[in-house]
């Protein structure tokens, strides 16, 4: 399986696409040690990298919003903190060595955020352009 950042997931923002597109780049890494049978390697890189840039990243975008005084901030930072937990609530089933439940976790992952770019993360893209910002 190989994600991929479609146009439908762009908010239009350059900084915060390049970010998500890194996410997926994250995801596809992951996928392909999985497949290839590195688990450890696999389990290494979900476990520190990818989790510290999704930290960043959430971190990066709030600040961007309060920026250009987004309206939404508030709810929108609610729904990073939820899926903090969410992702923090998949590490002992990426960490258990079973490679199922660690596929079902990224697929998890994927799709929380697609969810979360495709409908959350435009509409900051949206108000920026009505703000003539971007
Ligand atoms: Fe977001
Ligand atoms: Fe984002």
Redesign the pocket.
């Known amino acids: 399986m190989v994600l991929e950042l479609t146009e439908d997931l762009k908010t239009g923002v350059e900084e915060m696409d390049k970010d998500h597109q890194m996410l997926v780049d994250y995801l596809n890494e992951v996928y392909t040690l999985l497949k290839e049978g590195k688990k450890e390697q696999a389990i290494r890189i979900f476990k520190e990298e990818l989790l510290h840039y999704v930290n960043w990243h ?1 971190t990066r ?2 600040k961007f919003m309060e920026a250009i005084g987004y309206p939404e901030f508030e709810r ?1 930072k609610k ?2 903190d939820m899926f903090k937990k969410v992702i923090l609530d998949l590490l002992p089933k990426v960490g258990s060595g079973d490679v199922e439940a660690f596929r079902e976790s990224l697929a998890l992952s994927w799709g929380w955020l697609a969810g ?2 495709g409908k ?2 435009k509409k ?1 893209g949206e108000y920026a352009r009505e703000k003539g910002l971007i």
Do not use: G
Request: zero cysteines; charged letters at 25%.
């Open positions: 959430l975008e709030e929108h729904a990073h979360h770019i959350v993360d900051y």
